[in-house]
Nanobody
């Protein structure tokens, strides 16, 4: 049973930073793609960033390029999202997701490509 548990969300002022963590368990994740998505109530999930568990070039939404960094720690089975220069528009519930294959670049931003999801962690950025 694959489980993804996010942590690290909270309230931060505009311009501040947060680091989100996604602890993955239940199997070996080699060959998986890990992603972060953001969702505001009443709206669809929006892609934030993705990375192949085995390495490779991270992939970002244009809105977060240069501000957010996705990384993973294989020894800890954990994926991180370092968020910097936060803006009020970044306010959302951030969820971690896992796909059972290495997704091609063009598919990494599609929520339907991911097989497992965490519960999410709230990030609130005040102005």
């Amino acid at each position: 049973q694959v489980q993804l548990v996010e942590s690290g969300g909270g309230l931060v002022q505009a311009g501040g930073s947060l680091r989100l963590s996604c602890a993955a368990s239940g199997r070996t994740f080699s060959g998986y793609t890990m992603g972060w998505f953001a969702q505001i109530p009443g709206q669809e999930r929006e892609f934030v960033a993705a990375i192949s568990w085995s390495g490779g070039i991270p992939y970002y939404a244009d809105s977060v390029k240069g501000r957010f960094t996705i990384s993973r720690d294989n020894a800890k089975n954990t994926v991180y999202l370092q968020m910097s220069s936060l803006k009020p528009d970044d306010t959302a519930v951030y969820s971690c997701a896992a796909a059972r294959r290495v997704l091609p670049t063009g598919r990494r931003s599609q929520p339907d490509e991911y097989d497992y999801w965490g519960q999410g962690t709230q990030v609130t950025v005040s102005s």
